[in-house]
């Protein structure tokens, strides 16, 4: 009885210390942060998401992006925020400026010019 | 008719290389350079020696700020030129980051100081705010506003080509 009473001790003692990496006031935040975190590159990894990296830069900017969660700050401004700080590149998903315009014209000029050509062809 | 569409044809693979050769063979092309001008972060932070606090007020003028630190191999590969530039009369700060202050004054005494002043970064919290991602990383400080960050060594080669073009353009630190 003791004996079993001692096992039922050490399996229950390891939950009472489980608790989750970072604190959040509402469910709503962690979600907004978990997704966060994989939008926006480590700045010290090749390629690799925030989530994925435990360099102690990432794990500075996940708490700072907690802190600005905390603060009421936008996904947008959490965004704005990290690429004025560590450069475009942070992000994932490449804004429209002026350094990516031509990235993200490009293509579309190249399949128009496509179609006319072969719009072209066809009639004579 | 035909002509015109041959001569697309030929026109867009060689658009298509001289664009890669020419990016290739960029020379003036540093990835660890960013020319953003920002603001300096506002701060208040110990120095390493503890007995004084300097705060971002105390940044007037014109300032190298070198982020370093004892764990950091590369910092003692770039402190001899650091140790040069301040002989050549070039104030320079130093921002130890997040390094234990026994260590840091320890290297401090065995390799030298070319250092105004270090402050002392511990968490790193000062750091984050200004973009850096690891040491070493150096900034240009002109009138309050960062204008150049290089992540990164600075030898000779990239003080020439990095630094030195904005340092002429900004007329700074000529005073010697």
Known sequence: MIKNSFYLLLIVSSMIHANSLYEFESLEDEKRFYSLIKEVRCPKCTSGSL??????????????????IKEGKTDREIKDFLSFRFGNDVLYNPGFNESTYFLWITPVVFLTLCLLVFLFRRKS | MNIFIRLILILIPIIFFSFFYLYINDDDYYPGADFRVIDMPKFEINDLYKDQRFTHLDLEGSYLINVWASWCITCRVEHGFLQKLSDQNIPIVGLNYKDDKEDALNWINKFGDPYKFIIHDLK????????????PETFLLHNGKIIVHYRGEVNKMIWNDVFIPIINKEDIFNND
Not at chain 1, 51 to 61: G, H, Y
Not at chain 2, 124 to 135: N, P, W
């Open chain 1, 51 to 68: 989530a994925s990296s435990n360099a102690p830069v990432s794990e500075d900017i996940k708490q700072k992006i907690i802190e600005l």
């Open chain 2, 124 to 135: 790193g919290r000062l750091a984050l705010d200004m973009g850096v991602t690891g040491a």
